[in-house]
């Protein structure tokens, strides 16, 4: 039974920061491709930020050199370090995995999800 919980959302000021976590069970974490997504009142669902079973990671690029993901080896836990947090960063965050070395951008691609944290910037 594969499990994805999210924490550490909150409220922060713009320019401030904020550390996402996702602790992932019921599956073998190393070979899953793992990102996180974002959805805004009245928007689509966005992928943010993507890394692969071997390590590689890719951005959205309104957030490129501002969030930064990692997933540590031997802890079955990913992380979204936010900083320089805007306005329009304001969302809830989730947490997704599918089966698979590379991650795709579409979010209809991911088997797995969390039932997110939510981050408010103002």
């Known amino acids: 039974h594969v499990q994805l919980v999210e924490s550490g959302g909150g409220l922060v000021q713009p320019g401030g920061s904020l550390r996402l976590s996702c602790a992932a069970s019921?599956?073998?974490?190393?070979?899953?491709?793992m990102g996180w997504f974002r959805q805004a009142p009245g928007k689509e669902r966005e992928g943010v930020a993507f890394i692969d079973a071997g390590g590689s990671t890719t951005y959205a690029d309104s957030v490129k050199g501002r969030f930064t993901i990692s997933r540590p080896y031997a802890k079955n836990t990913l992380y979204l370090q936010m900083d320089s947090l805007k306005p329009e960063d304001t969302a809830m965050y989730y947490c997704?995995?599918?089966?698979?070395?590379?991650?795709?951008?579409?979010?209809?691609?991911?088997?797995?999800w969390g039932q997110g944290t939510q981050v408010t910037v103002s």
């Open positions: 019921g599956y073998r974490y190393a070979n899953y491709c």
């Open positions: 997704a995995a599918r089966s698979g070395y590379y991650c795709p951008v579409a979010s209809e691609r991911y088997n797995y």
